[in-house]
């Protein structure tokens, strides 16, 4: 069973940055891929970032790609999400999720862990 609780989410003008946490609890953080997710209002939920166990390698939606990068710190059982050069289009309810996978995922179904969301808006 992993818990997981993101933050770091709020309001950010276009351009700007900002730094999502996931904390996961649990002793077995190691063993989970970890991926991003996030849903806009009126649109499904969709892939951002994913990365393996051991923190490489990563991979990101063609949309963020260049702009967010997705990290791990095992020790601390905690990923992140680095947003840069945001952009309206990027508000959302970003998730966090764990799937108990060796190799990144982008499939919403292979995560059995999930968040409960942190709002980022980015205003024009």
């Known amino acids: 069973q992993v818990q997981l609780v993101e933050s770091g989410g709020g309001l950010v003008q276009a351009g700007g940055s900002l730094r999502l946490s996931c904390a996961a609890s649990?002793?077995?953080?190691?063993?989970?891929?970890m991926g991003w997710f996030r849903q806009a209002p009126g649109k499904e939920r969709e892939f951002v970032a994913a990365?393996?166990?051991?923190?490489?390698?990563?991979r990101y939606a063609d949309s963020v790609k260049g702009r967010f990068t997705i990290s791990r710190d095992n020790a601390k059982n905690t990923v992140y999400l680095q947003m840069n050069s945001l952009k309206p289009e990027d508000t959302a309810i970003y998730y966090c999720?764990?799937?108990?996978?060796?190799?990144?995922?982008?499939?919403?179904?292979?995560?059995?862990?999930w968040g409960q969301g942190t709002q980022v808006t980015v205003s024009s």
């Open positions: 999720a764990a799937a108990n996978l060796a190799w990144y995922t982008s499939k919403q179904n292979e995560y059995a862990y």
């Open positions: 990365i393996t166990r051991s923190g490489a390698p990563t």
């Open positions: 649990g002793r077995t953080f190691s063993s989970y891929c």
